[in-house]
Every structure is written in structure tokens, then in C-alpha cells.
């Protein structure tokens, strides 16, 4: 199936447009098979996907409008083709566990519109493309955030939009830049992603192109100091929307990185990890010790994403295969992680009307079932050996050990951090006695939260026992990008951080 | 005595008249018919124009571009052919708003439409000559007959309205013929061309006289354009009229001053004249600064829309500012791109036009009115949304598009410093598209009532809705076949 990408991106669209004919008692149904089918297209193209090869696969080309070289380009390699499975992975569990009764049918299109977006972002290997499927991925979170969400929701749903919008304007005239150069060097306009990632460029265009793209990028992380909006959408946000907002949307802005600013500007990114390094300890130390002042759960894991997104871009700007490949490991695990965390602050949100710690303790008692799993995930988030962000977090933090000792270590404070919140988040809740009379009869995890939750469990171990079949392609990926930037790097201090080769094969 | 003039009819070269000359016949033709047999319908006069500006696209198709005729003041070049060929096309798009299920009493009347056809010929004549006093005569054509339009409406607010824009267009007028009397006292004549010519053989030697002839273009222009300082009259004369005119005037009448403003600017932009760029640039930073402030603070939908379109003037006048053929071709883009969003929008509004004020007491179109619509009407909602994110420029919607192409032009030229206040500004405009959005999607409805939204529809205003819907989400398509008509049109008159 040559392609198999367009019909991954337009057929959650399409079928979210018939599902406006759905009748609205069945449209939990529809888009439950959907997703599903959405899903296992994602899974076939995982298994027909040549993991030993480091470039594209799968790739389509249509000239949109060729006179100003924008084409309808796609393709995934490792690194994005399990984005891509984790998006319509998490849009299916997420569905599953879907508790809206208001305007279900509304929410059901938006989802599968949103996941056209998501899905879109990290198959486009166009420049345009990719910002239109980045700008539209806004719509959808925006309805969803201002229609569902708490008290606040409009003030947060805007802030949210008009953040990424307004970073993303500047990406998007760093993009008509690269483009122009493009054209003086070649002759040709293309806003070819692959192509761009050839044109080499002197090193201050380099930086001043990388701060537009980095601005765009970081705000969508979100990077310290442009981090405030997260809290305010997770805050207000129904279940379904923090779970895909944590768990895909916020990987757009990590997943750019890797594949636009660092091959496209090798030195510049060389030349600013120290900075982007700063920045991101900020956001893991700071927004951590945020994380323990919450009272409210789900801000505590609201912040505790942004303190492990602070060590994704670490990894990613380690500038070696290890710390590359840990950080787009850690963006699966952290999806994962974090979006059953939120998905479980649903389920106590559901039949509390609350999220206070202070309102809760002694859960494990009245939802043992519930305090398995939320035990679970707790650990899976402080990155636990054996669980899925364990692998990521160690690869991502001894990837930057390389780069810089100290703040490795000032870094790995996030481990500590993690688990003082964390757990102290889980005993609040969940242990000691049942104080409030209304905690007594709480209903335990019904079939289709069971269902989602234990999925998502399977998955956190599998992967945390045995990485190897998504590591593997990945790092594939990877390896290649690292040694294509070693060689595209001009300045000296470039070639030497820019690590190609892996410790072992320099002892062969 | 004076000798007898003798002129072949072969050097007049009648074909260049021809379009006008088949909207004005058409535009008398109707009052005639008027004359013959009084109270037909208004769907046979709305027809009768259709046709009309069909057989004045035919002659426009029919024209020669390079020709000059009619003692060399009709200059029939590509832009004065692409610029005629959205006069039309736009004008036939808004012409059927008018068969609305409500009735207003100005479409009853024929006058409405031969006063239509002749403001269409005046705008036709503007963007098809380079002299100076022929522009001037389009201009103030197309201008009475819009400001006869509007008062037509009959509201104590039209009445105002149409006061408003034609004291403006007077002092525009005003500022108009004391420019174009300076370039003429300057060069002794009125073809911008020759006065080119004059002006770069005398080596810009005036340059003081020269310059305070500049600032009255400017500021007649200006006018016409609503940039700011000069935009104070837009959002209350956008209110008074109805919306499809409204809709109308942001489209049509800006797109035959921009062609006059690329003629006149374009020349002393080319040549060295620095100040003009530097006082063009500061005008398109404010107009499109201050407009989308000023648009943030707006109660009404209408109010907003005009600023916003103000805000939009204000964007593409960047792009004659900037003066490369990418930019003169992303000019015309983008405003075809505006005219499927800007007429779609419109005529949303015009659909739910009440006779009387039922949310406000002095507001049409609050943005409480549209308060849960998506909850009443989903369909409406839906599309109504996809116009303001249109208009905001979230891609894959038209108006992206347009944006994308005028600010890659600015960072072709070295103007990324442009660019950027321009993505800045786009930024701006969001927010108050989107508290449309908000009212629409966000929040509760206050009243159950389906037909409020819906008052005046009917199927051609259904079909005209459905149509710029269709564009703007599909306008990717048609970017790439418009742009190469566009980009041959524009090199073909060298600009």
C-alpha cells in the first residue's frame, strides 16, 4: 500500500465529517471503531515499516503549488513513524475511556479532526504542510478545552491558542526565510523539509534561524519562560483533552526540534545548547518544586510534564545518538505515562467533582483497583527501572553526560524532584485512613476505565522490560541524522560535540 | 478661428470602452425597462445584472493587453485587465445577495441596480487609464453612485453613513485634484507615464513641490484605501450600510485603489525617492497596528469586520510598498483570496439581519447574538467559523495563503523586519476573531430560536455562502492556477 500515510491522515478526517450524519446515541460506537481502525492502520504500518532503514519510508509527493515549491510531501522514519502509533494509540484509549455526556457527537468529530492533525504533523515532511497541520491542531484542542473544560475554560482555551499561534507566526516567517535562501542558493523555491536539511548555511543566518523556528517550537513544549499556558489548559481541560494535550500535542514541539532546527542548523544548535540547556534545567528543577506546592492533582502532574518535557529537550540537544534516541523514546514513554496519569485524575475527578488532595486519602482502601494502577503509574513517572520512562530518562540524561557533567547531574535532580512530588501526591491520596465521609462508597474503576488504563499499564512495562523493537528503529533513525549533522557542521566546535559514532563501536 | 479637428475612428479604438460602455448601456437599459413596465421583480433586475457584467467580462476578455485608445488616456495593460476581471467577478457574487426572503425596500427598486452597473463602469474606468483626470472622473462615478447605494437603505444609520463617506470622499476628492494639479504643474501633464518621464529626465529637481504633491496622493488615497489616519469614517459607514454592501465596499472599491495607488506610487517608489517607501512603510505599520487594536475593543460583528478589513488594507498596501512583481502578484492573491472569505462572512451576517434591533439597542450584529449558535444552527456555526479563521490566516483556509505569499514577497525584498510586525499582527487579529468563535462554540445560547440566524435566507443566498465556504476550504487548489494568471498579467505590464 504506497499510501498508506494519506489514508493514516485523512481517514479520521473523513470519517469525522460522515460522523455528523451519526445518529447520537450511536456515535460512542462510531468513533470507538474509528479509532480502532484508525489504530490497527497505524499498527500495519509499524509492521510493514523496514526497520533497518535509516531514511524515509513510504514517502508521497503531489505538487500543491509548485511554482512556489509547496508540495504534498509525506514520509516517516524511525523517529516519527512512533508518534505516529502513539497518537492514534492514545486517541483509542483515550476514546475508550471517553466520560463526556455533554454534546457527545460534538466531541467525537473533534477528536477525530484532531487526530488528522496530529497524525498530519508527524507524517509532513513538508514545511508547509507540517504548519498547517500544526496550526490546525489548534481548532479542535480549542473547542474541546473552551466547550468542556472548568470554570476558566475560555480564558484558558484562548491563551492556549493565541501562545502557539503567535510563536508559531514566527516560525513561519523563519520558514519563508529558509525558503528564500533555498532559493538564492538553488534557484528553486521548495519548502521541502528534506531538502532544506542539505542547503548548508553560514553560522549567523544559523542562529538567527534557529531562534525563529526555537520560539515557535518551544512555546508548543513548553519551554521556560513560555510555560504558562499549560497549566491554565491542563487545569481547565476536560480528561480527554489533557490526556491527548499531554501525551501528543506537547510532542509536536519536541519532535520539531529533532526534525527541523538541529539538522537544519547543526551549529547554531551547537552553538546554543548552553542556553537551550539553562532553559530546560529551569524547567526541570523549577517546575518540579511548582509541582510539589499544587494542592490540586492534576496540576501536580500538569507540572510534573513540563519537568519531564525540561529533560526530552536535554536529551535532544545532547547532540548523540544516545541522548536523540532517549529523548524520542521518553516522548513514547512520557505520552504514555502521562496520559494514563491524567486519564486516572479523570476518573476521581468524575466521581468527585474535585481534584484536592486535601480532599482525598485513604483511596487505596475504597478503589484498590484504582490505587494499583494509579501506584503504578506513579512509579512509571518518578521513572522507575522497568518501566517504560526509566529507559528513556536514563538514555536521554547519559546522552547529555557526555555534553556536560554538571548539569547532568543538577538534571538528574528531576528523579529526585519526580519522586518527592509524586509520592507525596500518592500518599496524600491514597493512603492513611478515609477521612471524608463522601470518599467511603466511591465506586471502583468500571469495565471500559479498567479496560484503557490496564492497556496503557501493559504497554509502560513491555516496553520498560523490552524497548528493543521500538529502539531499535529509532536509533537506526537516529544514527543516521547524527552523523548527517557531523558532517554538515562548518565549525570546528560543531564537529566535536556532534557525536556520530557510539562508544561501543569505537572500541571495535 | 480654430482649425477643425479631425479624428479617424480607427485611433480612438472604441474596443477599449467596450466594458464600460456595455455596463453603463446595461445600467440605462434597466431604467428604461423601468420606464416601459413599472413594479417587476427584483430577481429579473438582479438576473438582468448578472448578465450585464457577463457580457462586460466577455469584453474585458476581449481586450488587447499593450493597447491604448480613446486619445491615449484608456491604458488597457494586464493589471487593468485582472483588476476588471475581480471588479467583476466580485460584483457578480454580491449582486445575489440582494434575493433575500425578507424584503428590503431598496432592491425594489431599479435605480439600485442601474446605479450598481454604473458604479461598476466608474471602478472600471479608475483601474483602466493612467491619467490622472480619468481616474479622478471613475472615482467620483463609482463614488456618488455607492453613496446614493447606501442611503438607499433607508435607516436613519445609512442616512448618516452615507453623509459620512460622501463628506470624506469630497475631501479626498479635494486632496486628489490638488495632487494631481501639482504633478501637472510640475511636468505639464496628467499621464503618469509622461509625468515619469519628465520627472526622471528633470532629475527630480522639485523635489519640495514634488513631495507636498505626493502627500495629497497619499492622503486622497489614503482615503479611498481607509488607512490610517484616514479610516475614521470605515467602521460607521460599514454599520449604516447594509451588509452586503459592506461586504461589498471592502472588496471592490479597495481593489480598484490599489491599482491606482500601484500606478502612482509605483513609479516614484522605483525611482529614488526614499521618503515615499519610508512614508508608506510607517502608513501600512500603522494602519495595520492601530486597526486590529482598535478592532480588539469592538462590541458589534460588523464594527470588528470593518477593522478588520481596515487592518487587511493596511497588510496589502505593504505589498505595493514593496513594489517586486512577487508582490504586486501577492497583492492580487490575496485579495481574491479576501474577497471568498470577506463575502462569505458578509453574507453570514446579511442571512441573519433582523429589521429591528432585538439584542441591542444600537447594534445589529452583537457578539452576544451569536451566543451558542453552534448549539442551534451547527452548520452555521461551523461555516461562520471557517470564515474567521480565514480571516485570522490558520491555514490550510484561503486567506493563509495570501498571507504566506505577501510576506514571503517581504522577506524576498529584505524586508523581515516587515514580516515579522505583519505575523505579529496576524497574531493580534486572532483574538478578536476568535471571541466570534468563543461566542459561537464557547458559550451557552440565551434564546431557542433557530430562525434568528437565518432570517433572510434563501437559495441563492445559500448557494453564495455555500460557494466562498467551498473556496476558502479548498482554496490550496486553486492557489496555484490563480497565481499563474496573476503573475502573467502582472509582468505583462511590467510592474
Redesign the interface.
Known amino acids: 500500500m504506497d499510501h498508506i500515510l494519506s489514508v493514516l491522515v485523512f481517514f479520521p478526517a473523513i470519517a469525522g465529517l460522515l460522523g455528523f450524519v451519526v445518529s447520537k446515541e450511536s456515535i460512542r460506537a462510531y468513533g470507538l471503531s474509528v479509532a480502532a481502525i484508525e489504530f490497527l492502520l497505524s499498527l500495519w504500518l509499524w509492521f510493514s515499516f523496514d526497520g533497518s532503514y535509516p531514511g524515509f519510508q513510504f514517502v508521497e509527493v503531489l505538487p500543491l503549488i509548485p511554482s512556489f515549491g509547496i508540495n504534498y510531501y509525506l514520509g516517516v522514519d524511525g523517529i516519527s513513524l512512533f508518534i505516529v502509533v502513539l497518537s492514534t494509540f492514545i486517541t483509542l484509549v483515550g476514546m475508550i475511556a471517553l466520560s463526556v455526556e455533554k454534546d457527545l457527537k460534538n466531541m467525537i468529530i473533534s477528536l477525530l479532526f484532531l487526530e488528522m492533525t496530529m497524525v498530519g504533523v508527524f507524517v509532513s515532511l513538508d514545511a508547509i504542510v507540517f504548519y498547517v497541520f500544526w496550526e490546525l491542531s489548534l481548532v479542535p484542542m480549542l473547542y474541546i478545552i473552551g466547550a468542556w473544560g472548568g470554570n476558566l475554560r475560555i480564558y484558558a482555551a484562548i491563551k492556549f491558542f493565541l501562545y502557539t499561534f503567535a510563536g508559531s507566526l514566527i516560525m513561519l516567517v523563519g520558514m519563508l526565510v529558509m525558503a528564500y535562501l533555498y532559493h538564492e542558493a538553488t534557484g528553486v523555491w521548495s519548502f521541502s523539509i528534506t531538502e532544506w536539511h542539505r542547503l548548508i548555511l553560514p553560522e549567523n543566518y544559523q542562529i538567527w534561524l534557529f531562534i525563529a523556528f526555537f520560539i515557535g517550537l518551544a512555546i508548543k513544549v513548553p519551554m521556560f519562560p513560555f510555560h504558562t499556558w499549560l497549566p491554565y489548559a491542563h487545569g481547565q481541560a476536560p480528561t480527554i483533552g489533557s490526556v491527548i494535550l499531554a501525551a501528543v500535542l506537547l510532542k509536536m514541539g519536541t519532535y520539531g526540534l529533532v526534525r527541523l532546527p538541529l539538522p537544519m542548523f547543526p551549529d547554531a544548535s551547537v552553538y546554543m545548547i548552553f542556553p537551550v540547556a539553562i532553559l530546560s534545567l529551569i524547567m526541570i528543577i523549577y517546575t518540579a518544586m511548582v509541582a510539589y506546592a499544587q494542592e490540586d492533582m492534576k496540576q501536580v502532574i500538569a507540572y510534573s510534564s513540563i519537568s519531564h518535557m525540561g529533560v526530552i529537550v536535554l536529551g535532544t540537544f545532547a547532540m548523540n545518538p544516545e541522548g536523540i534516541t532517549g529523548s524520542v523514546f521518553f516522548m513514547l514513554s512520557h505520552g504514555i505515562v502521562s496520559g494514563a496519569l491524567f486519564m486516572l485524575v479523570g476518573v476521581i475527578y468524575d466521581r468527585r467533582h474535585t481534584k484536592l488532595m486535601s480532599e482525598f486519602g485513604g483511596l487505596a482502601h475504597v478503589m484498590p483497583r484504582y490505587g494499583t494502577i494509579m501506584g503504578i503509574m506513579v512509579m512509571a513517572s518518578v521513572g522507575l527501572p522497568l518501566t517504560m520512562s526509566f529507559v528513556g530518562e536514563f538514555l536521554s540524561l547519559a546522552g547529555f553526560y557526555q555534553v556536560s557533567h554538571t548539569m547532568t547531574i543538577l538534571a538528574g535532580t528531576s528523579i529526585i524532584l519526580g519522586a518527592v512530588y509524586m509520592l507525596s501526591l500518592y500518599k496524600k491520596s491514597f493512603f492513611g485512613e478515609v477521612t471524608k465521609e463522601e470518599n467511603k462508597n466511591l465506586k471502583d474503576l468500571d469495565g471500559k476505565e479498567s479496560m484503557a488504563l490496564w492497556t496503557l499499564v501493559l504497554v509502560t512495562v513491555w516496553l520498560g522490560v523490552y524497548p528493543k523493537p521500538v529502539l531499535e528503529p529509532i536509533n537506526t533513525s537516529v544514527e543516521s541524522l547524527v552523523s548527517f549533522m557531523h558532517k554538515k557542521a562548518i565549525t570546528k566546535e560543531a564537529k566535536e560535540v556532534i557525536k556520530p559514532k557510539v562508544i561501543e563501536r569505537e572500541a571495535e | 478661428m480654430l482649425e477643425p479637428i479631425s479624428v479617424s475612428m480607427e485611433s480612438l479604438n472604441l474596443g477599449t470602452l467596450a466594458p464600460m460602455l456595455v455596463a453603463i448601456a446595461g445600467g440605462l437599459g434597466i431604467l428604461i425597462i423601468d420606464l416601459i413596465k413599472k413594479d417587476l421583480d427584483k430577481t429579473l433586475y438582479v438576473m438582468l445584472s448578472i448578465l450585464i457584467l457577463v457580457v462586460d467580462l466577455g469584453a474585458v476578455f476581449g481586450q488587447r493587453i499593450g493597447d491604448r485608445g480613446f486619445f491615449d488616456v484608456m491604458l488597457i495593460d494586464g493589471i487593468a485587465v485582472l483588476s476588471q476581471i475581480v471588479i467583476l467577478a466580485a460584483s457578480m457574487l454580491f449582486i445575489p445577495l440582494a434575493l433575500t426572503s425578507r424584503r428590503f425596500h431598496e432592491f425594489s427598486y431599479p435605480e439600485f441596480f442601474a446605479l450598481f452597473l454604473f458604479m461598476v463602469a466608474g471602478f472600471q474606468f479608475m483601474v483602466a487609464s493612467d491619467n490622472l483626470i480619468l481616474i479622478f472622473v471613475g472615482l467620483e462615478t463609482a463614488s456618488l453612485a455607492l453613496y446614493t447605494l447606501i442611503a438607499l437603505h433607508n435607516r436613519e444609520r445609512s442616512f448618516e453613513a452615507a453623509i459620512k463617506y460622501f463628506v470624506m470622499g469630497a475631501l479626498a476628492a479635494g486632496f486628489y485634484v490638488m495632487g494631481a494639479m501639482i504633478f501637472y504643474a510640475l511636468t505639464g501633464s496628467v499621464e503618469l507615464y509622461k509625468i515619469a518621464e519628465v520627472l526622471k529626465a528633470g532629475d527630480f529637481a522639485n523635489m519640495t513641490i514634488l513631495l507636498v504633491g505626493v502627500s495629497f496622493m497619499i492622503a486622497a488615497l489614503g482615503f479611498k484605501l481607509s488607512m490610517v489616519p484616514f479610516h475614521t469614517w470605515t467602521p460607521d459607514v460599514y454599520e449604516g450600510a447594509s451588509a452586503t454592501l459592506a461586504g461589498y465596499m471592502s472588496v471592490v472599491p479597495k481593489i480598484a485603489g490599489f491599482v491606482v495607488a500601484m500606478r502612482i506610487f509605483g513609479f516614484l517608489i522605483q525611482s529614488d525617492v526614499v521618503w515615499v517607501r519610508d512614508v508608506l512603510y510607517a502608513a501600512v505599520v500603522i494602519t495595520m497596528t492601530l486597526a486590529n487594536i482598535m478592532a480588539l475593543v469592538q462590541h458589534d460583528v460588523k464594527r470588528m469586520l470593518a477593522f478588520s478589513s481596515i487592518s487587511h488594507a493596511g497588510f496589502v498596501m505593504a505589498a505595493i510598498m514593496i513594489g517586486t512583481t512577487q508582490a504586486n502578484s501577492a497583492l492580487f492573491l490575496y485579495w481574491i483570496m479576501f474577497l471568498f472569505t470577506n463575502l462569505g462572512a458578509f453574507a453570514m451576517l446579511w442571512v441573519s439581519r433582523h429589521k429591528d434591533k432585538v439584542w441591542h439597542d444600537r447594534f445589529d450584529h452583537p457578539y452576544e447574538k451569536f451566543s451558542g449558535m ?2 442551534i444552527k ?1 452548520v452555521g456555526a461551523v461555516i461562520m467559523a471557517l470564515f474567521m ?1 480565514s480571516l485570522a490566516g ?3 483556509f484561503s486567506l ?2 495570501g498571507k ?2 505577501v ?2 514577497a517581504a ?2 525584498s529584505d524586508y ?1 523586519v516587515l ?2 510586525i505583519m ?2 499582527n ?2 493580534i487579529s ?2 478578536y476573531y ?1 471571541k466570534l ?2 461566542y459561537m ?3 451557552d445560547p440565551t434564546q431557542n430560536e433557530g430562525t434568528i440566524y437565518e432570517q433572510n435566507t434563501s437559495k441563492p443566498l445559500q448557494t453564495i455562502i455555500g460557494f466562498s465556504a467551498f473556496m476558502t476550504v479548498f482554496a ?2 486553486a ?2 492556477p490563480i ?2 494568471i496573476i ?1 502573467t498579467y502582472v509582468q505583462a505590464s511590467g510592474f
Do not use: D, G
Request: net charge negative; glycine share 0%.
Open positions: 453552534i448549539q451547527p479563521l490558520v491555514p490550510p493563509f495563503w504566506l505569499y510576506m514571503s522577506v524576498n523581515i514580516a515579522l505575523a505579529i496576524s497574531a486572532v483574538y476568535l468563535i468563543v462554540f464557547l458559550k490550496v487548489v492557489v496555484e497565481l499563474e503573475t
